[in-house]
């Protein structure tokens, strides 16, 4: 018979502070500007129940020179950072430590804007850890009469800490770890025991309790499994309100009954509540993905991303004698995305015309006897005029052909093309339309190496995939045609093989549609690309052989992941669709 974990106490609703994982992190950096400064150092110290459970430092070379006045400050020089490691090696390491933990900083807003941008730069998904700022904190625990300054260094000389902060990364991050102790210490009389609490409490500066209607809904979470899965607040019509995922369902859905929810959006989406539905799922990837289609079902009012829930761009020929690039909302024979945005399809389109001679203009141009007048772009040697008939259908078929080229990632000259042009706009000084020409660029790389990995997996009949679950044991799960049809676990001692059969017998028949993902919604197939591609994530079959386009935009992610770079650096705004999944 399966146990249940023992339900938690109300005074201990949510997370207990005992079991939570602090992540303490502290960063050094040229300056404070996540948008134009670069981190120096990273330092952090992982605690658990009071006790020190690991530790990283490392210094990091900014791609800059250091301030001298940011050298007085923390004694880092230039010559300690020449040998150091760049931000997108050491990025992983961080990464990994902030989840499932809780993101701890001295003024963390600092911190956290520095590692969001690092993740932006160089394509890792945030992971959205909670955060606690112990400034915050101590300004909410500690009267003004006791510490007049919540600095770091005068916390820790009130608290008669033993390590003292000295602007280095570790030593501060040593530092805030003891002073976050003596907060936890002084919280305790406060009756403050969960980590929803907690949060709770540096939000609002003082104690707080549930609402009314959040205590008279806490009935609402009796008979939620202890399970991972997707739950459903629905209103007194029946009504989808919120949907989201967890992996444990029970201690998820009682958090939103607890003064930890101070979300006055969530707050009120609670006190229309009159049920709760779960749907217990194998693992986090069937949650992710039955959460995708729910939302996108249901459209439910609270959910944020339930206003465009499937929408994306597509960059795509229209259907006529003289195709033209268009930017469209759902996807066309022969479409290049999906783009996230409208302004990364439109970066996308502009680059693409600049490397084929497809027309720019918006006139319908008939296939017999066109007898328009040639434009300014002709003239300009940048249009061969098909609307006057000075250049056949057959002729103009070649730069079509082209465009179908880049997109399925059998021919990236047009990249090149541009790329060359960015040098020389460079080397000839023009540097404003060298950095325009290179976000454009990137964009476009972007769409077509997403586009080639996500065609690629949606063209599969079936994939099986089989990751670690960390005890021993494997996640499983069948991809059809972009879309997942079967999910299950294979536990420490079961032998995976069969139980991979019998998800393949059951699994759900999908029938391709059409266009580029064979009708399948582009977040469900980024979802389990990033699955396959991550976290050790094994293939055990594909029909046919998964494969990707050898001359597509794989190649060109170092070029696009230095053209973000440079972008950050110089202060432009970076290309949004430099991304690949």
């Known amino acids: 018979m399966a146990t249940r974990s023992p339900q938690l106490a109300f005074d201990e609703l949510g997370t207990p502070l005992r079991d939570v994982t602090f992540c303490v992190l502290d960063l050094e950096t040229t300056g404070g500007s996540h948008r134009t400064d670069a981190i120096t150092e990273v330092g952090a110290v992982s605690v658990r129940g009071g006790e020190r459970v690991g530790e990283l430092a490392t210094l990091v070379d900014p791609g800059t020179r250091v301030p001298v ?51 932006e730069r160089h394509e890792r998904p ?10 915050r904190l101590a300004r909410a625990v500690l009267p003004r009469t006791e510490v007049p300054s919540v600095r770091l260094g005068a916390l820790a000389a009130h608290f008669g800490c033993a390590t003292t902060p000295d602007h280095r990364a570790l030593t501060d991050a040593r530092a805030t770890v003891e002073v976050l102790h003596h907060l936890l210490e002084r919280i305790g009389n406060l009756g403050v025991q969960s980590l929803e609490e907690l949060l709770g409490l540096v939000k609002d500066r003082s104690p707080d309790r549930p609402t009314t209607a959040q205590r008279r809904r806490r009935h609402l979470a009796n008979g939620v499994p202890s399970a991972p899965g997707v739950y459903l607040f629905r209103g007194a019509r029946d009504e989808v309100l919120y949907v989201g995922t967890s992996a444990d369902l029970y ?19 609670v006190a229309q509540a009159e049920r709760v539905d779960t749907v217990v799922c194998a693992h ?55 783009f996230p945005s409208q302004r990364a399809a439109t970066d996308a389109l502009d680059a693409a015309l600049d490397a084929v001679p497809l027309r720019r203009c918006t006139i319908r141009i008939p296939r017999r006897d066109p007898s328009g007048t040639p434009c300014a772009l002709h003239e300009l040697g940048r249009c061969a005029a098909p609307c006057a008939g000075l250049q056949s259908a057959a002729d103009y078929a070649l730069a ?17 093309t541009l790329a060359a042009a960015v040098d020389a706009r460079s080397a000839d000084g023009r540097y404003e339309a060298a950095a325009r020409a290179r976000d454009r660029l990137a964009a476009l790389a972007g769409g077509v190496d997403r586009h080639g990995s996500l065609a690629g997996l949606a063209s599969l009949e079936e994939v099986v995939g089989a990751r670690p679950d960390g005890r021993g044991g494997w996640e499983l799960a069948v991809l059809r045609y972009g879309r997942l049809a079967a999910a299950g676990n294979a536990p420490r001692g079961v032998r995976p093989m069969p139980v991979v059969e019998a998800l393949r017998t059951g699994a759900q028949t999908v029938l391709p549609g059409p266009g580029p993902l064979r009708g399948a919604p582009p977040e469900e197939v980024r979802v389990l690309y990033r699955w396959l591609t991550t976290g050790g994530t094994r293939l055990v079959s594909s029909t046919p052989t998964w494969a990707e386009p050898a001359r597509g935009g794989g190649p060109w992610r170092a070029w696009a992941e230095r053209a973000r770079d440079a972008a950050h650096r110089t202060g432009d705004r970076a290309p949004d669709e430099a991304r690949t999944t």
């Open 400 to 416: 079509v052909d082209a465009w179908h080229a880049l997109v399925a990632g059998s021919d990236d000259t047009p990249l090149r």
């Open 284 to 338: 986090a990837l069937e949650a992710a993905v039955r959460e995708l289609r729910l939302i996108a079902a249901h459209r439910p009012r609270y959910n944020r991303r339930s206003r465009n829930p499937d929408r994306s761009w597509w960059v795509a020929p229209t259907a006529e004698a003289f195709p033209r690039l268009s930017v469209v909302a759902s996807p066309r024979p022969g479409a290049l995305g999906p």
């Open 69 to 119: 006045d940011v050298t007085r400050l923390t004694g880092i020089t230039n010559a300690m950072l020449a040998g150091a490691p760049p931000l997108g090696a050491v990025l992983p390491a961080v990464l990994d430590r902030l989840r499932g933990a809780v993101l701890v900083a001295h003024n963390a807003p600092f911190d956290t804007g520095f590692l969001r941008a690092a993740c």
């Open 126 to 135: 945030w992971p959205s850890p909670p955060v606690l700022c112990t400034a």
């Open 251 to 269: 201690r998820r859905v009682r958090s939103y009954f607890t003064a930890g929810e101070r979300r006055r959006r969530i707050r009120d989406m």
